[in-house]
């Protein structure tokens, strides 16, 4: 049987990830989007356990010590971390998982499961990306400079990451991200015991 794929996805805070991974979710209803864990507080429209668990520090920290994470990183003074036990499952039973998860939480991941395919959600533009995080009206303005110089320290890491795709348009971004799960499914080691003789 098929195992999943498991695709990481990163990009920086209000680069609009959330709405591609919706656009691709839409598309791929069969696709299992992992809901990480956070100790950071739910925003505006946020519904627990959809967008995220949202648990306490402390309880948070207990998970930790059993080692219940396939990966946690804290991230602008907030913890997030994705469930080993889960994803595992859902790979093992063919399901193509998406994570959606920061710089540091990826390199982790590559760590710990290295066929895991990784993208880069970028904006056009530095300028542009600015501009969405105003538009969401949910950040101070000292929170938005925190999160865009944490953007620039993020675009470091980028070289580390199998795929980039520039968030244009939703469309074209989910699109993207749609092909890259395709290609996954092709890949030749996937598929090399479907082939009689080999």
């Known amino acids: ?78 913890y997030y971390g994705t469930s080993m036990t889960v994803i595992r499952e859902k790979l093992e039973k063919g399901v193509d998982v998406l994570l959606d998860i920061e710089v540091q939480g990826a390199a982790k991941v590559r760590e710990k499961l290295p066929e895991a395919a990784s993208v880069f959600i970028v904006p056009p533009s530095f300028e542009e990306l600015a501009n969405r995080l105003r538009g969401r009206g949910t950040d101070s303005e000292e929170k938005i400079r925190q999160r865009l110089d944490t953007a620039r320290r993020e675009a470091k890491e980028i070289k580390y990451y199998d795929y980039i795709v520039v968030n244009d348009t939703v469309e074209h971004a989910a699109q993207e991200v749609l092909a890259i799960l395709t290609a996954q499914d092709c890949r030749t080691q996937r598929r090399i015991d479907q082939i009689e003789g080999v």
């Open 1 to 78: 049987m098929r195992k999943g794929t498991l695709l990481v996805l990163s990009g920086s805070s209000g680069v609009g990830k959330s709405t591609v991974i919706a656009q691709v979710l839409e598309h791929r209803p069969d696709v299992y989007f992992s809901v990480s864990c956070t100790t950071r507080p739910p925003r505006p429209g946020e519904v627990d356990g959809v967008n995220y668990y949202f648990i306490s520090r402390e309880e948070f920290q207990g998970r930790i010590d059993r080692g219940e994470f396939l990966e946690y990183a804290e991230y602008v003074g907030n």
